[in-house]
């Protein structure tokens, strides 16, 4: 457990955490006496506890207000969620407190765990509300997608033709399958990241490849002139 060290006058106190390794790492002030309330009895641990949860608590519903417009969900249903994953990101927290090495601020280890818990929930309420099918491709959908108005119609079509012969050329099957359920079904990130097992940023990362070799051979075969409004 954290314990005291020696400071020049002036100076804030500073926790040295012992890491697994055997090593120790200076806790800020903050950071020390959460780890030191978070891992006490009684009183000093309940309200420690409700202090934490009212800040995982708003960020939970911060999280959940910039996801509001993927995933469909307002009002008491969106608030019962930030609740849920305020209080199993608390869980997680007083569980794991120990684990905390001090290699960053404790609010901003603490903030990851709810980060989580609101990407797995919001990824488990899309589909539990929806039911796509992610190996239907329908390409029809691509120029709606892409934002193409009527006058647009003829470009944007004779693009998605351009792009779903791309996505066969150049693709792998997984960034295919991951293009397809972003663009063609719109399933948000989250829940798509939920369904392969797979994480968020890993899915991102995937995405960012899909599109880079898109561009590219559409690039390389002249057709980034047909995006409506870009010209390159």
């Given at each position: 457990?954290?314990?005291?060290?020696?400071?020049?006058?002036?100076?804030?106190?500073?926790?040295?955490?012992?890491?697994?390794a055997?090593?120790?790492?200076?806790?800020?002030?903050?950071?020390?006496?959460?780890?030191?309330?978070?891992?006490?009895?009684?009183?000093?641990?309940?309200?420690?506890?409700?202090?934490?949860?009212?800040?995982?608590?708003?960020?939970?519903?911060?999280?959940?207000?910039?996801?509001?417009?993927?995933?469909?969900?307002?009002?008491?249903?969106?608030?019962?969620l930030a609740?849920?994953?305020?209080?199993?990101?608390?869980?997680?927290?007083?569980?794991?407190?120990?684990?905390?090495?001090?290699?960053?601020r404790?609010?901003?280890?603490?903030?990851?765990?709810v980060?989580?818990?609101?990407?797995?929930?919001?990824?488990r309420?899309?589909?539990?509300?929806?039911?796509?099918?992610?190996?239907?491709?329908?390409?029809?959908?691509?120029?709606?997608?892409?934002?193409?108005?009527?006058?647009?119609?003829?470009e944007?079509?004779?693009?998605?033709?351009?792009?779903?012969?791309?996505?066969?050329?150049?693709?792998?099957?997984?960034?295919?399958?991951?293009?397809?359920?972003?663009?063609?079904?719109?399933?948000?990130l989250?829940?798509l990241a939920l369904?392969?097992?797979?994480?968020?940023?890993?899915?991102?990362?995937?995405?960012?490849?899909a599109?880079?070799?898109?561009r590219?051979?559409?690039?390389?075969?002249?057709?980034?002139?047909?995006?409506?409004?870009?010209?390159?």
């Amino acid at each position: 457990m954290a314990s005291a060290v020696g400071h020049e006058q002036g100076e804030p106190v500073r926790t040295a955490a012992v890491t697994p390794a055997g090593g120790a790492r200076d806790l800020d002030p903050e950071s020390a006496s959460w780890v030191r309330e978070l891992s006490s009895t009684g009183t000093v641990y309940e309200t420690a506890c409700a202090r934490l949860h009212g800040e995982l608590l708003r960020i939970a519903k911060r999280e959940l207000a910039r996801r509001r417009s993927r995933f469909g969900f307002d009002g008491p249903e969106a608030d019962d969620l930030a609740h849920q994953a305020a209080a199993d990101a608390l869980l997680a927290i007083t569980r794991k407190i120990g684990d905390f090495r001090g290699e960053s601020r404790f609010t901003t280890w603490a903030y990851r765990f709810v980060v989580l818990e609101v990407s797995a929930k919001t990824g488990r309420h899309f589909w539990s509300t929806r039911r796509v099918e992610l190996d239907g491709e329908d390409w029809e959908l691509l120029p709606d997608r892409l934002g193409a108005g009527p006058a647009e119609s003829s470009e944007a079509r004779a693009l998605a033709a351009a792009v779903r012969t791309a996505a066969d050329e150049v693709l792998t099957d997984h960034q295919r399958r991951v293009f397809v359920a972003l663009v063609l079904d719109a399933v948000p990130l989250d829940a798509l990241a939920l369904e392969l097992g797979s994480s968020r940023n890993a899915v991102y990362k995937t995405m960012f490849d899909a599109r880079r070799r898109l561009r590219d051979h559409l690039v390389a075969h002249g057709y980034l002139d047909v995006i409506p409004g870009r010209r390159s």
